[in-house]
């Protein structure tokens, strides 16, 4: 997965949630370990102050936790994965139904497209 | 350990009428990579030549790690001028051999490494290289000391774009995690990702110093936007940027 930063939006924060992608799409698996900052750093092409900003934020989100021992792991906990995935469902969610109201259809008429939309139909 | 590393108190510097920099006021911290963005003949090169004790100040106080630049700061401060200073008759190894025999912190392994990944050979002469490789050279040489203040002048200047971010990259891993990078460059939109914290200089006054990110999330727009905007702006006799 290629790291994607556009203009005009604070870094730490396209980090912070392309890394929750990543955590909530299982490209980082539950319960394991998480790269360095110095590594995700410079896998980003970022300074690795920015990265350990992002990174706290994915702490304090409760998404990784940080062990004296073993460093920095992916949460286990299955209930803030799934949580997780259902704010970004909810976000991915409201930009459709956005796209649809500009394109003239009620929330109603939008959700009765996608339940008989099919992959031929495009 | 735990002040400022560069501190600037009103510096001037002017070269008979012209000021080059006026009441400048800067602090740095440690461990940062900044970025000195500016158009040309703002100061930038001006500024890293007083940081690294090669002019004196014609007013106020500049101060590395607590000391007037002289023999101490010059031996914490690793420099990259804005253009190659070496014999070209002189191969790679000898310019290694030169650093180690100047340099107590310089790690020739570590340079040794860096040579080899950028497939220049010890027995490479410089006059045979091309721009970008010999930049590539002197940068490596720079980044393996182990200095509290990296000075670089326009590191990505004429260098193609996989050459700057292999440059960029070479900054970003190399850097010791106590040493402040300070990098002059228009070439904002190459270097932004990786910076810190910009400094915008304008005819030798700093107009703006503050987080990349934090100039992001109020401007929303990226540094190189701003930049454009502010120096556009002056370009066709518009108002000075003042905040």
């Given at each position: 997965m290629?790291?994607?930063?556009?203009?005009g939006r604070p870094i730490?924060?396209?980090?912070?949630?392309?890394?929750?992608?990543?955590?909530?799409?299982g490209s980082?698996?539950?319960?394991?370990?998480?790269?360095?900052?110095?590594e995700?750093?410079?896998?980003a092409g970022?300074?690795?102050n920015?990265m350990?900003?992002?990174?706290?934020q994915?702490e304090?989100d409760g998404?990784?936790?940080?062990?004296?021992?073993a460093?920095r792991?992916?949460?286990?906990?299955?209930?803030?994965?799934?949580a997780?995935?259902?704010?970004?469902?909810?976000?991915?969610i409201?930009?459709?139904?956005?796209?649809?109201?500009?394109?003239g259809?009620?929330r109603?008429?939008?959700?009765?497209?996608?339940?008989?939309?099919?992959?031929?139909d495009t | 350990?735990?002040?400022?590393?560069?501190?600037?108190?009103?510096?001037?510097?002017?070269?008979?009428?012209?000021?080059a920099?006026?009441?400048?006021?800067?602090t740095?911290g440690?461990?940062r990579?900044?970025g000195?963005?500016?158009?040309?003949?703002?100061?930038?090169?001006?500024?890293?030549?007083?940081l690294?004790?090669?002019?004196q100040?014609?007013?106020?106080e500049?101060?590395?790690?607590g000391q007037?630049p002289?023999?101490?700061?010059?031996?914490?401060v690793?420099?990259?001028?804005?253009?190659m200073?070496?014999a070209?008759w002189?191969?790679?190894k000898d310019?290694?051999?030169f650093f180690?025999d100047?340099?107590p912190d310089?790690?020739?392994?570590?340079?040794?490494?860096?040579?080899?990944?950028?497939?220049i050979?010890?027995g490479?002469?410089?006059?045979s290289?091309?721009k970008?490789?010999?930049e590539?050279?002197?940068?490596a040489?720079?980044?393996?000391?182990?200095?509290?203040?990296?000075?670089l002048?326009?590191?990505i200047?004429?260098?193609?774009p996989?050459a700057r971010d292999?440059?960029?990259?070479?900054i970003?891993?190399?850097?010791?995690?106590?040493g402040t990078v300070?990098?002059?460059?228009?070439?904002?939109g190459?270097?932004?990702?990786?910076?810190?914290?910009?400094?915008?200089?304008?005819?030798g006054?700093?107009?703006?110093?503050?987080?990349?990110?934090?100039?992001?999330e109020?401007?929303g727009?990226s540094?190189?936007?701003?930049?454009?905007?502010?120096f556009?702006?002056?370009?066709?006799?518009?108002?000075?940027?003042d905040?």
């Amino acid at each position: 997965m290629n790291w994607n930063l556009s203009d005009g939006r604070p870094i730490w924060q396209q980090l912070h949630e392309q890394l929750t992608l990543r955590i909530a799409t299982g490209s980082y698996v539950r319960g394991s370990k998480m790269p360095t900052v110095r590594e995700l750093a410079a896998e980003a092409g970022v300074n690795p102050n920015t990265m350990q900003r992002a990174l706290a934020q994915l702490e304090a989100d409760g998404l990784v936790v940080t062990n004296r021992t073993a460093g920095r792991t992916v949460t286990d906990d299955e209930s803030v994965l799934t949580a997780t995935r259902r704010r970004l469902a909810h976000g991915t969610i409201k930009t459709y139904l956005d796209q649809m109201a500009l394109l003239g259809f009620t929330r109603a008429e939008a959700a009765e497209l996608l339940q008989t939309w099919e992959e031929e139909d495009t | 350990m735990k002040e400022d590393l560069i501190v600037c108190r009103d510096l001037v510097k002017d070269y008979g009428k012209l000021t080059a920099l006026d009441q400048v006021n800067l602090t740095i911290g440690r461990g940062r990579i900044v970025g000195l963005l500016g158009p040309n003949g703002s100061g930038k090169t001006t500024l890293i030549k007083l940081l690294c004790g090669l002019l004196q100040p014609s007013g106020g106080e500049l101060l590395i790690d607590g000391q007037k630049p002289g023999p101490y700061t010059k031996s914490q401060v690793s420099y990259l001028p804005d253009r190659m200073y070496f014999a070209d008759w002189m191969k790679a190894k000898d310019l290694t051999d030169f650093f180690a025999d100047f340099y107590p912190d310089f790690d020739r392994t570590k340079a040794e490494d860096m040579c080899r990944s950028l497939k220049i050979e010890p027995g490479h002469r410089i006059k045979s290289m091309s721009k970008g490789t010999k930049e590539k050279l002197q940068l490596a040489l720079v980044m393996s000391r182990k200095a509290q203040l990296y000075l670089l002048d326009e590191p990505i200047a004429g260098v193609d774009p996989a050459a700057r971010d292999f440059i960029m990259n070479t900054i970003l891993t190399n850097y010791n995690e106590n040493g402040t990078v300070l990098i002059s460059t228009h070439l904002i939109g190459d270097v932004e990702r990786v910076l810190d914290e910009a400094i915008f200089l304008q005819m030798g006054h700093v107009v703006r110093h503050d987080s990349v990110d934090a100039i992001r999330e109020e401007e929303g727009k990226s540094v190189d936007a701003l930049f454009r905007e502010i120096f556009r702006a002056e370009a066709y006799g518009g108002e000075h940027y003042d905040r």
